[in-house]
């Protein structure tokens, strides 16, 4: 399980460099978005292949639509709460409750912010939908598909093996992999606005495993 020894154990230092560089790449993707037209050209390509892709099935939008919902900042920021709450409860341990309020309020102000600084407009399908303009990077949904389904990780990480725990990150990873490919079939993103989402999200559960990971901070506590 992910539990630090005596010295720095070495996913920690794995889970700082996994967070520099995703911040690194994301500085550079959030610069070059306003610095260089070829971002937008790749965009382009990307909604291209979509429309060809896309198939103009009812079963499908409304299988995606439902799929996308799981990203939704509300219901996810209020099913991670709710899951701290009884796992505390359970644990004795304000340590998860704290988990999913940092998470959520790392949720609130980097997707907040990136949305209000970068001010980007939506992808033209999306705008009569959403409004023209700051709305779009980066990808709210795929950020909180990210950091929901990694702090849910490690909040079951003392309760895992090392094999299972293996699966809930490949899990994890799916779960978010697929909601921000559902922001581009159902054409309500650019595909760096996900890019982005997956980068953000993968800073803020690097930092959160970094803070809240410790041999009793998710164990149960004292009664």
Not at 6 to 26: D, N, S
Not at 141 to 168: D, E, I, N
Not at 172 to 200: I, K, N, S
Request: with cysteine; net charge positive.
């Amino acid at each position: 399980m992910l539990e630090p020894d005596a010295r720095r154990p070495r996913w920690v230092v794995l889970a700082w460099w996994a967070a520099g560089l995703c911040l690194l790449a994301l500085v550079a993707l959030t610069i070059a978005i306003h610095r260089v037209g070829r971002v937008l050209r790749v965009d382009v390509r990307a909604l291209d292949v979509v429309n060809r892709l896309r198939v103009h099935r009812q079963w499908l939008l409304d299988a995606f639509g439902d799929i996308t919902w799981a990203g939704d900042f509300l219901f996810g920021s209020v099913a991670l709460l709710a899951t701290c709450a009884v796992v505390g409860w359970l644990r004795r341990s304000w340590a998860p409750v704290r988990l999913g309020v940092v998470a959520v309020a790392a949720l609130l102000a980097t997707v907040g912010t990136g949305k209000e600084v970068v001010a980007r407009s939506r992808i033209p399908f999306a705008v009569g939908s959403f409004g023209d303009g700051g709305t779009s990077y980066p990808s709210g949904h795929t950020t909180t598909a990210v950091v929901v389904g990694g702090s849910l990780v490690l909040l079951a990480a003392p309760m895992l093996s090392r094999t299972g725990l293996r699966w809930a990150w490949a899990a994890m990873v799916a779960y978010a992999g697929l909601v921000g490919v559902t922001r581009l079939y159902l054409r309500m993103h650019w595909f760096t606005d996900v890019l982005a989402g997956w980068l953000l999200g993968s800073v803020i559960v690097c930092l959160l495993a970094i803070a809240f990971v410790r041999p009793t901070a998710l164990r149960r506590g004292p009664r």
